[in-house]
């Protein structure tokens, strides 16, 4: 599983508070434990109205004084995206492209011939797609685009969309089914998601969460933007990796568990 840590992101208000007053040690402190905890990137999205490259300038700057872990830049404008690359001292993510007007025409010729891989999400001009078979079609039409402009499969990283069960009950469904059609268009893709979407507005979000991790991997989902600090997450998903056959004799759950990233005692050997 390939983890973008999701904790510098400007939309969760203590860190939002830290970006807003420039605190240096609080943005260093969510980068080291991330990596600490081994997160494959590290997501960042300044959040802000005003400023926002400027801000994300600073916030690159800080997360990568402090770790090495490659960058995810998230951000709903693709020219703040295309700019923050310049900031980078390694290829990272992209965040995100997608068929809303502007998005693929600007990132992915910024991607083209480079390192950088880039999240696709299925929504599409009119928003997100109700029904799997909308999605997959919005996803052949991206793949379309991103061969035109010179991207490879592998590196991109789609999204199907998880909407809140408490919004649409049939959403588990939905991405399970576009995940296993995305498979079997094109396997080289990385799929992804926002794994707390699902669990917006519900009570006990974190055992909505951790069952969604296990069945949208078996549907086919091989990354996720999510805690990797959350040791209840973290044995959930080696637990998956392992009883889906993508471990062999179990030796990464067992690795996992003796490193502490999980465990009865809170991520600590026990």
């Known amino acids: 599983m390939i983890l973008i840590g999701e904790k510098i992101n400007g939309s969760i208000p203590s860190c939002g508070r830290a970006i807003a007053q420039r605190d240096e040690g609080w943005i260093r402190r969510l980068a080291r434990i991330q990596e600490d905890a081994q997160a494959d990137y590290l997501d960042c999205c ?4 005003d400023g926002e490259l400027e801000t994300l300038r600073w916030l690159t700057g800080i997360v990568q004084d402090e770790t090495d872990t490659p960058l995810c830049l998230d ?3 693709p020219r703040v995206c295309v700019g923050a690359m310049e900031f980078c001292r390694k290829p990272g993510i992209v965040n995100s492209a997608s068929l809303e007007p502007g998005k693929t025409e600007v990132i992915f ?3 083209a011939g480079t390192s950088w891989s880039c999240i696709v999400l299925l929504s599409g001009e009119q928003g997100i797609p109700r029904t799997a078979a909308d999605r997959l079609e919005n996803f052949r039409r991206l793949m379309d685009r991103a061969a035109k402009a010179g991207v490879d499969a592998g590196r991109l990283y789609v999204d199907p969309l998880v909407e809140s069960l408490a919004v649409n009950p049939e959403s588990l469904t939905v991405f399970a089914e576009t995940c296993r059609g995305i498979r079997q268009l094109c396997p080289q ?12 507005g519900l009570p006990m979000r974190r055992t909505l969460n951790l069952a969604f991790a296990v ?3 078996e549907a086919g989902m091989d990354s996720a933007i999510a805690d990797p600090t959350n040791p209840e997450l973290m044995g959930a998903i080696f637990a998956a990796q392992a009883l ?3 471990d062999e004799y179990c030796m990464e759950y067992i690795g996992a568990w003796r490193e502490g990233r999980f465990g009865p005692t809170g991520g600590k050997k026990g």
């Open 46 to 49: 300044a959040s802000v109205k």
């Open 75 to 77: 951000s709903p404008d």
């Open 109 to 111: 010729p910024a991607v």
């Open 189 to 200: 893709v990385h799929i992804t998601s926002g794994l707390s979407n699902i669990s917006f």
């Open 215 to 217: 069945l949208a991997m």
């Open 244 to 246: 889906l056959g993508q």
